[in-house]
């Protein structure tokens, strides 16, 4: 643990069958006035909206809804929602779905009192948040962001064809996250596949970067173990309550910031996903699960023994009867082997991209990287090898 750092993590978890009998307890925190934030209808269907509008009403809380968030939530969307909590006077923003629903609960808690353009403050000029920002909690129905106890908010500006995002302060985390696994049976196995990569992909873009010997490379194998195990078994049986357990409790723990500790970080897999989403709307995850492997066949031997290390320690591969290229080379192969048979899309074609939109898509990921700096000319190599 070499780099230094500085840990605070305020959100309070609640996890488990009976997570949100704690709700009315943390109303108790808050004014008068609601805002219920979600997404399309999934949480109509599964009747978790009626149980939450209830616990509003018995608390004698007024309830302003912003519906129809869309995956890969937008800014118009966001801007809408920063209108409500301004001309309602909002004292919680309560959002109830995955990654997008609470990214946008966030963005509009940061934006509603933003002297300024908030765009250009906040997501282009990563500006230092100095005004009002408004609580956030959550109600998580699907496993794999790790937004419900981080500070993420990835907007997307459909207009500048960018979606951005960054870590915004402690602040800005949700005060609460309600996580009942039970609320993830009714996720459609897609869905659930693309949050289970995109768990995968932000364990992967903390461990491949320096070579220290360093405690948080060892949670994170850890971590990366225990979510392949469950994995296989939660797609398998949708109501395996042990495996969804798993599955959200990695998911939160992957980017809850403790598995980055003392450590460089890469996050390019992310900054290329985040621009083929913003061309092709493609869900998060399944975007990650095309480009990891062409990227990580582009950058490995700039970590060889890291990539051998993932094929022993993650993979149980016997990397002692290979050259280190072989192990390396075979522990990404697991990789690839591991999202075929999530049913993951393994090409940028079946996403929807075409050949023309790639030299667009290169031209506007933020560059960076972790072994290997990543420049225009390699991202554009990365999405050819995707495509
Ligand atoms: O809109 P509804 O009807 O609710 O349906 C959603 C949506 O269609 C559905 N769903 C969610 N819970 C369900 C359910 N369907 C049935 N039963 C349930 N219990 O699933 C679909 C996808 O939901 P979404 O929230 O878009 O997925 P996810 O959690 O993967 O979030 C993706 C967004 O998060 C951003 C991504 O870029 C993307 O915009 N990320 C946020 C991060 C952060 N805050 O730290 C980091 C990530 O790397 C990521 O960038
Ligand atoms: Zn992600």
Same mark, same amino acid.
């Given at each position: 643990?070499?780099?230094d750092?500085t840990?605070?993590?305020?959100?309070?978890?609640?996890?488990?069958?009976?997570?949100l009998?704690?709700?009315?307890?943390?109303?108790?925190?808050y004014?008068?006035?609601?805002?219920?934030?979600?997404?399309?209808?999934? *949480?109509?269907k599964?009747?978790?909206?009626?149980?939450?509008?209830? $616990?509003?009403?018995q608390?004698?809380?007024k309830?302003?809804?912003?519906s129809g $968030?869309? !995956?890969?939530?937008?800014?118009?969307q966001?801007?809408?929602?920063?209108r409500?909590?301004?001309?309602?006077?909002?004292?919680?923003?309560l959002?109830?779905?995955?990654?997008?629903v609470?990214?946008?609960?966030?963005?509009? !808690?940061?934006s509603?009192y933003?002297k @300024?353009?908030p765009? %250009?403050?906040?997501?282009?000029?990563?500006e230092?948040?100095?005004?009002?920002?408004?609580?956030?909690? !959550?109600?998580?129905?699907?496993?794999?962001?790790? !937004?419900?106890?981080?500070?993420?908010?990835?907007?997307?500006?459909?207009?500048?064809?960018?979606?951005?995002?960054?870590?915004?302060?402690?602040?800005?985390?949700?005060?609460?996250?309600?996580?009942?696994?039970e609320?993830?049976?009714? *996720?459609?196995?897609?869905?659930?596949?693309?949050?289970?990569?995109?768990?995968?992909?932000?364990?992967?873009?903390?461990?491949?970067?320096?070579?220290?010997?360093?405690t948080?490379?060892?949670?994170? %194998?850890?971590?990366?173990?225990?979510?392949?195990?469950?994995?296989? &078994?939660?797609?398998?049986?949708p109501?395996?309550?042990?495996? +969804?357990?798993?599955?959200?409790w990695?998911? &939160?723990? @992957?980017?809850?910031?403790?598995?980055?500790l003392?450590?460089?970080?890469?996050? %390019? *897999?992310?900054?290329?996903?985040?621009q083929?989403?913003?061309?092709?709307?493609?869900?998060?995850g399944?975007?990650?699960?095309?480009?990891?492997?062409?990227?990580?066949?582009?950058?490995?031997?700039y970590?060889?023994?890291?990539?051998?290390?993932?094929?022993?320690? *993650?993979?149980?591969?016997?990397? %002692?009867?290979?050259t280190?290229?072989?192990?390396?080379?075979?522990?990404?192969?697991?990789?690839?082997?591991?999202?075929?048979?999530?049913?993951?899309?393994?090409?940028? +074609?079946?996403?929807?991209?075409?050949?023309?939109?790639?030299?667009?898509?290169?031209?506007?990921?933020?560059?960076?990287? @972790?072994y290997?700096?990543?420049?225009?000319?390699?991202?554009?190599?990365v999405l050819?090898?995707?495509f």
């Open positions: 643990m070499k780099l750092f840990y605070y993590n305020p959100t309070k978890i609640y996890f488990g069958k009976t997570a009998e704690h709700l009315p307890q943390e109303l108790e925190n004014g008068k006035t609601v805002l219920l934030v979600y997404g399309k209808g999934s *949480v109509k599964s009747g978790l909206y009626d149980k939450i509008i209830n $616990i509003l009403n608390a004698d809380k309830t302003i809804e912003l $968030i869309k !995956s890969n939530p937008t800014y118009l966001m801007l809408e929602g920063a409500l909590v301004r001309e309602n006077h909002v004292d919680l923003i959002a109830v779905g995955g990654g997008s609470i990214d946008c609960a966030k963005g509009i !808690s940061l509603a933003c @300024g353009d765009w %250009e403050r906040y997501w282009i000029n990563f230092e948040v100095d005004n009002q920002i408004v609580p956030v909690g !959550s109600i998580l129905t699907m496993a794999g962001t790790g !937004s419900e106890m981080n500070g993420g908010s990835v907007i997307t500006n459909e207009e500048k064809m960018l979606k951005n995002g960054r870590v915004y302060p402690p602040e800005v985390y949700p005060k609460f996250s309600i996580l009942n696994p609320y993830t049976y009714t *996720v459609p196995k897609y869905q659930m596949a693309s949050g289970i990569f995109d768990t995968m992909s932000h364990l992967m873009e903390q461990y491949f970067s320096g070579e220290d010997d360093n948080t490379d060892y949670m994170i %194998e850890g971590v990366l173990k225990s979510l392949i195990h469950s994995a296989y &078994t939660a797609l398998e049986n109501e395996d309550y042990e495996a +969804r357990s798993n599955i959200m990695c998911a &939160t723990i @992957g980017l809850n910031t403790v598995t980055g003392s450590k460089e970080q890469d996050w %390019e *897999v992310h900054m290329i996903e985040h083929v989403g913003a061309y092709t709307d493609c869900a998060h399944a975007g990650l699960a095309v480009i990891s492997v062409p990227y990580y066949q582009y950058i490995y031997r970590g060889m023994d890291k990539f051998v290390r993932f094929a022993k320690n *993650v993979w149980n591969l016997p990397v %002692e009867t290979m280190k290229e072989e192990a390396a080379l075979a522990g990404i192969d697991k990789l690839h082997e591991f999202i075929v048979k999530l049913g993951l899309p393994t090409t940028l +074609r079946e996403i929807g991209a075409t050949e023309e939109m790639l030299a667009s898509i290169a031209n506007s990921t933020v560059q960076g990287g @972790g290997k700096y990543m420049t225009e000319e390699d991202i554009l190599h050819k090898a995707s």
